[in-house]
């Protein structure tokens, strides 16, 4: 039969990269079109398998769409200067389709699996990495591919996805070869494996309160009051072992208000409750953006270690045309100081870590914090900058991924929303909602945290296995003849 080859019409090549872009943008959050992540990539293929330049010029166009699209919430925040990370993220897309190609297209489809999972991680950590939008995460409805997790993390769930791909490309192509089969075996295997039963070890209850309070992150010092409101009026009558407060709660230097920390503490005490909140320390002259745990009169902190570029401080900083641009563009200097301790926190011997904003996007913080002996997550965010959008959603289903890898609890809460708990399984156990809404309302989330450790395999090597999976099987694909 005949191959299936498209006209070499650049305006309809544009048309079919369009759609490509829009598939795969339906498919992330907060979309609930997961399955159209299998075969999105495949109309770009398909006009892509041509001349070289045409294959890189298609890459970064499809690239440049679906990140605009995906990241519009962003012009609320930078403006359109928001397109230079959408133009930056599309070159990943470039290379990609620029080199699946310039290979035997018998091994394109785990050739091609691994080149993607590799740029991802490339992607993940250089400039600090923003792995916001790997492929992986448009599976977070998905319950039976995103268990695959607990295994090789959500990158290797991305692996899935492009090989999944590059299968129907083939297949569509009609270039048939053993390489299929041995993708069909794989996907067996993956899905015969995440059905085996993990160990579980339960360490206790505890009653959790978290606080929505739909506060402006141009408030300050009058969230005091307020803080305290809620603390006596809704709080102390829901019987909570530990009440969290997001993000950007307090936006003020924390120490600085000796009367709001010492009523922070006396109700503790009186109460024997542990109170988390976000708010900014300074130590040294130096500035944090922190996690303050009150438990009683003994105050701990953690400081945020990954901090975000341009929000929290400038990246190249050192050049002084970088420092000009940004102050003229946002008027201001950030200029906060990362943390570099993995903190975790304890409370009646049940230990806990907390991420602040996008922290839980990354999946070696989670695994980080492990090594600590972390027995659930808290995440703590100020989304109120990304406004009624899709922003918070991309943000919030990143926990779902890594309570699969890690095998923990995840609970967020957010200053504006999303506020939610996630279980160690990766399913949505609770969320704060109010008329079908979970943006922007002041609101109270409790919850009975039944404290489990789910020993996956991923929580205990974290990537590294399936990173040397993919490293041997390049190496194998390439030299092979």
């Not at 440049?64 to 133009?87: E, Q, R």
């Not at 939008?133 to 959500?154: C, D, E, P, R, W």
């Not at 906060?336 to 409370?347: A, M």
Request: proline share 3%; with cysteine; glycine share 6%.
């Amino acid at each position: 039969m005949k191959k299936i080859e498209l006209k070499n019409n650049l305006l309809l090549n544009l048309f079919i990269c369009l759609i490509g872009s829009f598939l795969l943008f339906f498919s992330f959050p907060p979309f609930n079109f997961w399955y159209l992540s299998f075969f999105s990539f495949v109309p770009i293929f398909l006009i892509s398998d041509k001349k070289s330049f045409s294959r890189f010029f298609y890459g970064l166009f499809s690239g440049f769409i679906f990140y605009s699209l995906s990241f519009s919430w962003l012009n609320k925040v930078s403006g359109p200067v928001y397109l230079l990370l959408a133009l930056y993220l599309s070159i990943y897309w470039a290379i990609f389709v620029f080199l699946i190609f310039s290979f035997d297209r018998k091994k394109i489809i785990f050739l091609g699996a691994c080149i993607w999972f590799f740029l991802e991680i490339i992607m993940s950590h250089l400039l600090t990495g923003f792995p916001w939008l790997v492929f992986g995460l448009s599976q977070y409805k998905n319950y039976y591919i995103s268990q695959i997790a607990k295994f090789t993390g959500i990158y290797g769930i991305s692996f899935k996805l492009i090989a999944s791909n590059l299968f129907i490309y083939t297949l569509v192509k009609k270039e048939f070869s053993s390489q299929m089969i041995f993708f069909i075996l794989f996907i067996i295997f993956f899905y015969l494996i995440s059905e085996i039963p993990v160990k579980k070890e339960k360490k206790g209850n505890l009653q959790i309160c978290l606080i929505q309070p739909n506060f402006q992150t141009s408030e300050s010092n009058e969230n005091k009051e307020k803080i305290l409101f809620f603390l006596y009026k809704y709080a102390k009558n829901k019987r909570c072992d530990i009440i969290i407060f997001p993000e950007g709660t307090y936006q003020s230097i924390f120490s600085e208000n000796s009367e709001l920390l010492n009523k922070l503490k006396d109700f503790s005490k009186k109460n024997k409750i542990g109170i988390l909140i976000g708010t900014f320390t300074e130590e040294n002259g130096n500035l944090y953006n922190s996690s303050v745990f009150i438990n009683n009169n003994k105050l701990e902190i953690y400081k945020k270690i990954h901090l975000v570029p341009y929000g929290e401080f400038i990246l190249g900083e050192r050049f002084r045309f970088i420092k000009t641009i940004f102050y003229r563009i946002a008027g201001y200097y950030p200029k906060l100081k990362p943390g570099n301790d993995y903190k975790t926190f304890e409370y009646k011997k049940i230990k806990f870590s907390t991420l602040i904003c996008y922290e839980n996007i990354f999946p070696e913080m989670s695994y980080n914090f492990l090594k600590n002996g972390t027995d659930f997550f808290i995440v703590i965010t100020n989304d109120s900058w990304f406004g009624n959008s899709f922003g918070p959603y991309q943000h919030f289903y990143h926990n779902v991924f890594r309570a699969i890898e890690t095998g923990r609890y995840f609970l967020q809460a957010g200053l504006t929303g999303i506020t939610g708990i996630v279980n160690p399984e990766g399913k949505i156990e609770k969320i704060l909602v109010k008329d079908n809404k979970h943006l922007f309302f002041e609101g109270i989330l409790t919850f009975s945290l039944p404290v489990e450790i789910y020993q996956t395999f991923y929580s205990k090597y974290g990537i590294y296995p399936f990173f040397l999976f993919c490293l041997v099987l390049t190496g194998l694909l390439i030299c092979r003849n």
